[in-house]
């Protein structure tokens, strides 16, 4: 199923959105890039080889494994009523992006975890490449929350394959540094995560990054009241204030980081822009 699913047919289309976006965010640039995009881009490439190899070959099959189980044990939500395939289907996909906006914002709260995830936020720039900086400890304590997920919803192995696709594919997206027409993003964001919207969590200013948490789906940010959406992206500046010395973010500094004493975020503040036309709901 992994093959057939996310092999033949995952890999392609996610493959063609990084081409299409890095193509897109390189003529319609969002943010004013701080660094070398070539070195930056090796860098996080290289920090991704250890998550990507778990991924494929650890996470996803567990995942697999877990919901074909469930199938015989037969726990969880979708278990507990009688509806239409689909129906089911799109609750579970509904359900399985809530749970990784609530890990999410546990990745930035409980600072077991924040030490592998601030690898991440570390980045002074934010674009597609991004997206793939993570560190290979955050995902091993992912698979442990996503699978207890998988068994409260009840997913079935093809929506958690579904999911994974899409995920990954909206985590491309909301990473990139394309600057699409405001009205347009604005529209779209009433309903998924948007650059614009991303770009915010992944500012130096502590209370904006601690906002903006959802990961496919944007309204779970307005439900709990953790969406901000008035900073112009010229104002923000990337990354994590108490690690803003980009010689200390090599590639062998980053992977020891989670195992180094973590610094407090450093106090930051801006001067708000008032002519901005704010993407307020």
């Given amino acids: 199923m992994i093959k057939s699913i996310f092999d033949s047919y995952g890999t392609p289309v996610l493959l063609t959105i990084f081409m299409v976006l890095i193509l897109l965010e390189s003529r319609f640039q969002l943010r004013k890039r701080v660094q070398s995009r070539w070195k930056r881009m090796f860098i996080n490439f290289i920090i991704s080889i250890p998550a990507f190899a778990l991924l494929r070959f650890i996470f996803i099959p567990a995942m697999i494994w877990l919901a074909i189980k469930n199938q015989t044990w037969q726990i969880g939500l979708t278990y507990l009523f009688d509806a239409p395939a ?89 990473h990139s540094n394309t600057k699409l027409p ?55 500046v990337t990354g994590v ?22 610094r407090k975020w450093k106090k930051a503040e801006r001067i708000p822009d008032d002519n901005y036309n704010q993407m307020k709901n």
């Fill in 182 to 236: 405001f009205r347009l993003e604005k529209i779209l964001n009433y309903l998924i995560v948007t650059p614009r919207m991303h770009g915010i969590h992944h500012s130096m200013i502590k209370k904006e990054a601690d906002s903006n948490y959802s990961i496919i789906f944007s309204f779970w940010d307005r439900i709990h009241k953790t969406v901000r959406l008035n900073i112009h992206q010229s104002e923000i």
């Fill in 86 to 174: 689909m129906v089911k289907s799109i609750i579970v996909f509904l359900l399985l992006d809530y749970s990784n906006y609530l890990w999410h914002i546990l990745l930035h709260k409980l600072p077991v975890l924040w030490r592998f995830h601030l690898v991440h936020h570390t980045d002074l720039d934010l674009d597609i490449t991004t997206a793939f900086r993570f560190h290979f400890g955050e995902m091993i304590g992912s698979v442990f929350f996503r699978g207890v997920a998988i068994i409260i919803t009840g997913a079935s192995p093809l929506m958690v394959l579904i999911y994974e696709i899409v995920f990954e594919a909206a985590t491309q997206f909301h």
């Fill in 241 to 262: 204030s108490s690690y803003a010395d980009e010689k200390e973010l090599t590639i062998g500094k980053l992977f020891k980081l989670p195992f180094t004493s973590i």
